[in-house]
């Protein structure tokens, strides 16, 4: 399910497009070292980087369009673990390790790590966070697209950076070296800040994921029901860095995170 191209975000959508196709024009048009001295009538590198920069756009328009896990229905109890002895030993020990709660605001039943995002006016499953540059929440749906691109679109502004530093032309003063590369110099501040803000995003993002935690969780360790009454450096979802890693980059579908809860539960008890 995907939304609309000219529904909510397109805007940013097409900010996003518009300085992505500008940067990348001012970087092109220079005399870089993206071209070979070579007389040759096809330059392989523009193509591989056009087709690079043409592939993180596409990403970004996937993970801004699709639907992040909105929770439509009421969750059905089959994902509910089964009530065996134990089990219910462990609710009876700590009541908000599988009860499920109703939203206030859309009145549908919420599976465990779902939130309401008031942008977006629905619940999310696997609530991490909403994004204002994809207009879009990211959840447990469009999460690894998110990851995904983000990696792609930090090699881009890598190699967009060796670009526009191979580009600058010397001069005699100060005015004349501004005047001359003005339009990459202004292109290589949006591209330093760009990186500075992804590689700050993949790097949080990935540490996170290898410890099973949401950024609205770890954020807001201490208001969400299911957590407030684990120790602080406790986490009922975490089942070891390379377990966390399989499963989020490896696992289909909706995750039943009531029994991973549940049994982390009964282990710690």
């Not at 002895?85 to 599988?98: C, D, F, K, Y």
Request: net charge positive; hydrophobic share 40%; charged share 15%.
């Amino acid at each position: 399910m995907f939304h609309s191209v000219w529904g909510s975000g397109c805007g940013i959508r097409t900010v996003h497009t518009l300085l992505t196709c500008g940067v990348s024009l001012v970087l092109l048009l220079h005399d870089t070292d993206l071209y070979s001295r070579e007389d040759v009538w096809i330059q392989p590198r523009p193509l591989v980087f056009v087709l690079m920069v043409t592939c993180s756009t596409a990403l970004y328009y996937g993970v801004s369009l699709m639907d992040p896990g909105f929770v439509l229905t009421d969750c059905d109890d089959k994902y509910l673990p089964l009530p065996t002895n134990e089990q219910q030993e462990v609710t009876s020990l700590n009541p908000g390790a599988v009860r499920m709660r109703r939203c206030g605001y859309c009145l549908l039943k919420q599976p465990m790590r779902a939130r309401h995002c008031k942008s977006c006016r629905r619940c999310v499953r696997r609530y991490d966070h909403h994004c204002p540059w994809i207009e879009n929440c990211v959840g447990e749906k469009n999460h690894r697209v998110f990851i995904l691109y983000l990696a792609l679109q930090l090699v881009v502004l890598l190699w967009a950076i060796r670009i526009a530093w191979s580009g600058f032309y010397s001069a005699g003063t100060w005015s004349e070296w501004l005047r001359t590369n003005i339009f990459l110099l202004a292109a290589s501040m949006v591209i330093g800040f760009v990186t500075t803000v992804v590689i700050l995003l993949l790097v949080s993002h990935l540490y996170l994921i290898s410890c099973n935690v949401t950024t609205w969780e770890f954020m807001s360790y201490h208001r969400i029901s299911y957590l407030k009454d684990c120790d602080s450096d406790a986490n009922p979802f975490d089942r070891g860095v390379l377990r966390n890693l399989w499963g989020f980059f490896c696992t289909c579908g909706n995750v039943a995170w009531e029994r991973v809860y549940s049994r982390d539960t009964y282990n710690t008890v």
